[in-house]
C-alpha cells in the first residue's frame, strides 16, 4: 500500500517489529524498541494537538539533535502538521526569517533561547513556544510524558505538505522548499530498494536532522526498513569508530570520510561487518574513495540530491562506484542536460518539490516551460545515463555539507564599516572540501580580522563566516565590470593547504 501520510508506512513496519531495537544512543543512555518509537511518536502527537497544532499548521523546530527530536519529527507528520527543521547554528536574525515566512503554530526551540524566540513569536503571531535541550528534556518532553500513548495517525493526501525545508538562493531571501508526503515516500522506497536496506541493517547516524540528508535520507529509509540506528548527537570519529563493528551502514558528508580516514585506529577491521558506506551533500574527491577503498576495502557509494528534489541519482549497489561520478538517476526520476555537455542539470519525478512557499514567481523562476526542476548544477551525462558533477551554475560554496551563499555574507560585509566592497569564494579545504574566504577592499583602513569576524558572527551563522579575510586594492573584474571570482579561487587556491588524505 502506498499514498497519503507516509506515517503510515512507518507504522505499519514499526508494527512488525514492535520489539527489535529501532534506536539506540552511542552512549547506551537510550534504547527504544520500534514499539516504544511508535508510542513516544503518539505522546508527541498528542501533546501537539493539545498545544493547537492542527494538520497543515508548520511547526519550527530549532533543537538540539536527541532522541526526543525523532519523536517530535515523526508526530508532526503524524498530527499532519509540516515540520520546518532549522540548523542549531542560525542566529536570531536569520532564525528571525524562517519564522516570519513560514509563520508556524508552534516552535520548538532550546531553553536557552525561549526568550529570544518568544519575542520573534509575539511579532510573528505564533501560537506557543515550547523547549527541548539536547538531552531530550524541556517543557515539550513533560508534557508528552503525561499523554496518552495512543493516536490516531491524521489522513493526508501524498500532495500535502510534510516539510517546510529553507535553502537560500542565488539572489534575495531563503525559500522554503514545499515537500509532499509524496516526495518523501517515492524517495525513501526508491532509496531502500537501491541501497538494499533490510531489518537486518544497522545505521551509524552522526548526521545532524535539520537538513534532507540526515532527517529524510537516513531516518525515512530507516524507518520505513526497519533498520536499527545507532545514533550519535554529532560527529564523533572515534565514537563512531568503537561502535562501527556492531553497524552495517553509514551516510555521511565527505567530512565524515576523511575525519575517519585520519584516525589511525580507523582499519579493515572496524569495517568488518560494514556492507555499505554512501556520501553525498557534497563533492566526495576521488583521492578519499581510493584511500577509502586501500583503507577498509569499500568502495563508498556517491549520490547526489537536492533539497528540492530529495536524492536524484545513485551509484549502483552491483556493479562499479565510480569515483567522480554520482551514478544513474533513481527509477522514475529523469535528469537531462538541454544542449551542450556539460550542461545544467534538470530534473524530473514524484520526488520533485511542490515549489517554493507563497513563491509562485521565484517557483516559475525555477522550473521550464515543460515542468523540468533546474538545479543549477552542471553536469554531464554518458551515453549509459551515468551523471557526473563538474560544477555549478549557482556561486555557491559547500562547507562541510553545509550551503554558503556569497552573496549572503557579501551584503553583511559590505555594510560594515571601514569595508568597501567584498567578494566571497570557496577555496579547496583539508577538512571542510570548501572553506569560505572573503576577499575586501577597505574605504581607509580596514578593521582588524577579529573585529570583521566577531561583526558577522553576531548576525550569520558560525559555518558561514569567512575563515580568512583578504585585502586587495580593488577586485578582478571583467570587461563588462562583474567581479571575476574564479580568477580570485585560482589566486587563494593554497590558503588552507592542499586535501590531506592519510
Ligand atoms: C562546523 N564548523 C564549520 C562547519 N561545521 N565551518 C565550516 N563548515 C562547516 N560545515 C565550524 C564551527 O562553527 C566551529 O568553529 C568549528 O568549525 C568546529 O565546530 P564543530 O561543531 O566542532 O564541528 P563539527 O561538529 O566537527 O562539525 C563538522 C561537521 C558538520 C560534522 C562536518 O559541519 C556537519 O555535520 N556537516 C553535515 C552537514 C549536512 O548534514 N549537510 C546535508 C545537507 P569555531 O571553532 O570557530 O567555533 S542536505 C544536502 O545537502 C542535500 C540534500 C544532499 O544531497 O544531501
Ligand atoms: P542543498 O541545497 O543543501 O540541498 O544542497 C544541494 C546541493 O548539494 C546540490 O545542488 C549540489 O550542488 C550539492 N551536492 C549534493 N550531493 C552532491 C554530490 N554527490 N556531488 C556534488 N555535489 C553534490
Request: proline share 5%.
Amino acid at each position: 500500500m502506498s499514498g497519503g501520510n507516509l506515517y503510515l508506512r512507518f507504522e505499519q513496519a514499526f508494527a512488525a517489529h514492535a520489539e527489535r531495537i529501532a534506536i539506540r544512543t552511542a552512549d547506551g543512555r537510550e534504547c527504544l524498541t520500534f514499539g516504544e518509537l511508535a508510542r513516544g511518536a503518539a505522546r508527541y502527537a498528542n501533546a501537539l494537538a493539545a498545544l493547537g497544532v492542527t494538520p497543515g499548521d508548520r511547526v519550527t523546530v530549532q533543537v538540539e539533535k536527541s532522541v526526543a527530536n525523532v519523536l517530535l519529527y515523526l508526530a508532526v507528520m503524524k498530527a499532519g502538521a509540516v515540520y520546518q527543521p532549522l540548523n542549531t547554528a542560525y542566529t536570531a536574525a536569520e532564525v528571525s526569517h524562517f519564522v516570519e515566512d513560514a509563520q508556524p503554530k508552534l516552535i520548538v526551540c532550546d531553553p536557552s533561547r525561549q526568550a529570544m524566540m518568544r519575542a520573534l513569536a509575539d511579532a510573528a503571531k505564533v501560537f506557543a513556544v515550547v523547549n527541548l535541550n539536547a538531552e531530550g528534556n524541556g517543557s515539550l518532553a513533560t508534557m508528552a510524558a503525561t499523554m496518552d500513548d495512543r493516536h490516531e495517525t491524521v489522513t493526508r493526501d501524498g500532495d500535502d505538505l510534510a516539510g517546510l525545508l529553507y535553502t537560500s538562493g542565488t539572489t534575495g531571501r531563503s525559500k522554503g522548499a514545499m515537500i509532499t508526503h509524496a516526495n518523501l515516500e517515492s524517495n525513501a522506497r526508491a532509496l531502500v530498494d537501491l541501497w538494499r536496506m533490510t531489518p537486518d541493517d544497522t545505521l551509524l547516524h552522526a548526521l545532524p536532522v535539520f537538513h534532507v540528508h540526515g532527517l529524510y535520507v537516513a531516518l525515512n529509509t530507516a524507518f520505513l526498513s526497519a533498520a536499527s540506528i545507532i545514533w550519535f548527537n554529532k560527529l564523533d570519529t572515534k565514537a563512531m569508530i568503537a561502535a562501527m563493528p556492531r553497524a552495517t551502514l553509514m551516510m555521511g558528508v565527505p567530512t565524515f570520510y576523511t575525519r575517519l580516514l585520519s584516525e589511525p585506529s580507523f582499519t579493515r577491521e572496524t569495517a568488518r561487518n560494514m556492507r555499505l558506506f554512501i556520501s553525498g551533500s557534497a563533492p566526495l574527491l576521488a583521492e578519499t574513495h581510493t584511500a577509502f577503498a586501500q583503507r577498509t576495502g569499500h568502495a563508498i557509494l556517491e549520490r547526489y540530491g537536492m533539497t528540492e528534489t530529495g536524492m536524484i541519482a545513485s551509484n549502483p549497489y552491483d556493479g562499479a562506484r565510480l569515483a567522480g561520478t554520482v551514478g544513474f538517476a533513481l527509477p522514475d526520476v529523469s535528469v537531462r542536460v538541454r544542449g551542450e555537455q556539460p550542461g545544467v542539470l534538470e530534473v524530473k519525478g514524484p520526488n520533485v518539490f511542490k515549489g517554493y512557499w507563497r513563491m509562485p514567481e521565484k517557483t516559475r523562476e525555477d522550473f521550464t516551460p515543460d515542468r523540468w526542476f533546474i538545479t543549477g548544477d552542471v553536469g554531464s551525462i554518458d551515453v549509459e545515463g551515468r551523471v557526473s558533477i563538474v560544477g555549478r551554475a549557482k556561486d555557491l560554496i559547500i562547507s562541510g555539507g553545509f550551503n554558503v551563499y556569497p552573496r549572503e555574507i557579501e551584503e553583511v560585509l559590505d555594510a560594515l564599516p571601514g569595508i568597501c566592497e567584498s567578494a566571497v569564494i570557496g577555496v579547496p579545504h583539508p577538512d571542510f572540501g570548501e572553506g569560505v574566504v572573503a576577499v575586501v577592499t577597505a574605504e581607509a583602513k580596514l578593521p582588524p580580522e577579529a573585529e570583521i569576524v566577531s561583526a558577522l558572527s553576531s548576525s550569520l551563522a558560525k559555518f558561514k563566516v569567512p575563515k580568512r579575510i583578504f585585502e586587495v586594492a580593488e577586485l578582478p573584474r571583467n570587461a563588462i565590470g562583474k567581479v571575476q571570482k574564479a580568477e580570485l579561487r585560482k589566486r587563494y587556491a593554497g590558503t588552507f593547504g592542499s586535501p590531506i588524505i592519510v
